[in-house]
């Protein structure tokens, strides 16, 4: 089966239409009206961005969704879920202090912002489905309640995923703690003790405190360790990773199946917008915002997460790699430019898993609106 994505540049060329208009051209044509009953409660599933960080999507943007959603009838509200690690949108408070300091108000964005999975992570419900590692998942209450839902994602690089997109919004960003935990479970970190600076910087952001110093080494207790990945972002020399011949494609399938339990019960009902603006080399969950490695190309839009994450994987391989970016090699088009700046991971497991579990297809036809 081939899934339909529509695609609107970022250039202007010579209609000179600006990027509002076309995010509401790619509303219309993607047939997100549809999906919208009238009263309806609809979750815009965004992410709010760490503190430091400012490459996600912008409000602006978002606006436009809101708009469209209240002109069918519909009542949006601005979502995610909170953290497994430390930082700034680790519990409600802290999160939506996070969203409106990076411009998610109400006089901005038309709505309210809601977390999903409560005060301290725990609203949430358990979803069956059948996986290959689950049989049931997590999925944050305020979620799974609605009928429909709209999902915004920033397409960049990761450096556990390879790539984040529309499946990974779904599968960890629709997840309380405790369902990340899961996704999590089985990875653990391994210190290369020469290659460690023994800077401290991976004690200090572990939500566990599983880290800690011995002799200036950063050494790891596998017993506490919940596996999510943080000591590896800070650290300055790449000294900490993971077994990637063992546990990465475990890791990635998990995400994978959560992403299925959060769609279930909106057969037909979601609408997916991927933004290929400003792709850097890490997740919006780092409290930074590195160069890009590829430049802008546009916004997806489908309502299919599998077929617009590989569309998007697709128009970043066909880019000309930035120089002087985080990216290491693959700088030619047709290039695997999340590859060149992560070599280990191995992002297309989440679409050819996805579409092996039902998720999606990565069969696509993609339709350019000017």
């Given at each position: 089966?081939?899934?339909?994505?529509?695609?609107?540049?970022?250039?202007?060329?010579?209609?000179?239409?600006?990027?509002?208009?076309?995010?509401?051209?790619?509303?219309?044509?993607?047939?997100?009206?549809?999906?919208?009953?009238?009263?309806?409660?609809?979750?815009?599933?965004?992410?709010?961005?760490?503190?430091?960080?400012?490459?996600?999507?912008?409000?602006?943007?978002?606006?436009?969704?809101?708009?469209?959603?209240?002109?069918?009838?519909?009542?949006?509200?601005?979502?995610?879920?909170?953290?497994?690690?430390?930082?700034?949108?680790?519990?409600?408070?802290?999160?939506?202090?996070?969203?409106?300091?990076?411009?998610?108000?109400?006089?901005?964005?038309?709505?309210?912002?809601?977390?999903?999975?409560?005060?301290?992570?725990?609203?949430?419900?358990?979803?069956?489905?059948?996986?290959?590692?689950?049989?049931?998942?997590?999925?944050?209450?305020?979620?799974?309640?609605?009928?429909?839902?709209?999902?915004?994602?920033?397409?960049?690089?990761?450096?556990?995923?390879?790539?984040?997109?529309?499946?990974?919004?779904?599968?960890?960003?629709?997840?309380?703690?405790?369902?990340?935990?899961?996704?999590?479970?089985?990875?653990?970190?391994?210190?290369?003790?020469?290659?460690?600076?023994?800077?401290?910087?991976?004690?200090?952001?572990?939500?566990?405190?599983?880290?800690?110093?011995?002799?200036?080494?950063?050494?790891?207790?596998?017993?506490?360790?919940?596996?999510?990945?943080?000591?590896?972002?800070?650290?300055?020399?790449?000294?900490?990773?993971?077994?990637?011949?063992?546990?990465?494609?475990?890791?990635?399938?998990?995400?994978?199946?959560?992403?299925?339990?959060?769609?279930?019960?909106?057969?037909?009902?979601?609408?997916?917008?991927?933004?290929?603006?400003?792709?850097?080399?890490?997740?919006?969950?780092?409290?930074?915002?590195?160069?890009?490695?590829?430049?802008?190309?546009?916004?997806?839009?489908?309502?299919?997460?599998?077929?617009?994450?590989?569309?998007?994987?697709?128009?970043?391989?066909?880019?000309?790699?930035?120089?002087?970016?985080?990216?290491?090699?693959?700088?030619?088009?047709?290039?695997?430019?999340?590859?060149?700046?992560?070599?280990?991971?191995?992002g297309l497991v989440q679409i050819q898993y996805g579409e092996s579990i039902g998720l999606g297809s990565s069969k696509y036809t993609l339709k350019e609106i000017r």
């Amino acid at each position: 089966m081939t899934s339909m994505v529509y695609f609107a540049r970022l250039k202007t060329g010579k209609t000179r239409v600006n990027t509002i208009t076309k995010i509401q051209k790619l509303f219309d044509a993607a047939g997100f009206g549809n999906i919208i009953a009238e009263g309806e409660l609809v979750p815009v599933k965004v992410h709010f961005g760490e503190r430091g960080n400012d490459t996600y999507v912008r409000p602006v943007y978002v606006r436009q969704v809101v708009d469209k959603i209240k002109a069918r009838g519909g009542k949006p509200f601005l979502t995610d879920t909170n953290t497994l690690y430390s930082g700034s949108r680790h519990d409600s408070v802290e999160h939506l202090i996070t969203a409106v300091e990076h411009g998610f108000s109400y006089s901005v964005v038309n709505a309210p912002c809601i977390i999903a999975d409560g005060l301290i992570s725990d609203n949430y419900r358990e979803v069956p489905i059948k996986g290959k590692h689950f049989q049931s998942v997590k999925i944050a209450s305020d979620i799974l309640s609605p009928g429909s839902m709209l999902v915004l994602s920033h397409v960049k690089g990761h450096g556990m995923a390879g790539f984040g997109g529309a499946i990974k919004n779904l599968g960890m960003g629709c997840a309380p703690a405790a369902g990340k935990m899961d996704q999590h479970r089985g990875l653990r970190p391994l210190v290369d003790e020469k290659g460690c600076a023994g800077c401290g910087r991976c004690a200090a952001v572990c939500p566990r405190i599983a880290v800690h110093m011995e002799q200036d080494i950063a050494v790891v207790d596998d017993e506490i360790c919940i596996g999510c990945g943080e000591c590896m972002t800070v650290c300055p020399v790449g000294s900490i990773s993971f077994d990637w011949d063992k546990d990465i494609v475990p890791f990635m399938e998990m995400m994978t199946e959560y992403a299925l339990g959060a769609v279930q019960g909106k057969d037909g009902r979601i609408g997916y917008m991927n933004f290929l603006i400003h792709i850097t080399p890490e997740c919006d969950c780092v409290p930074w915002s590195d160069a890009p490695i590829v430049p802008d190309i546009g916004i997806l839009a489908s309502t299919d997460p599998v077929a617009i994450d590989m569309a998007s994987f697709d128009l970043v391989k066909q880019q000309i790699g930035l120089r002087g970016s985080r990216l290491k090699d693959h700088f030619e088009p047709g290039d695997d430019k999340f590859e060149g700046t992560w070599e280990k991971t191995k992002g297309l497991v989440q679409i050819q898993y996805g579409e092996s579990i039902g998720l999606g297809s990565s069969k696509y036809t993609l339709k350019e609106i000017r």
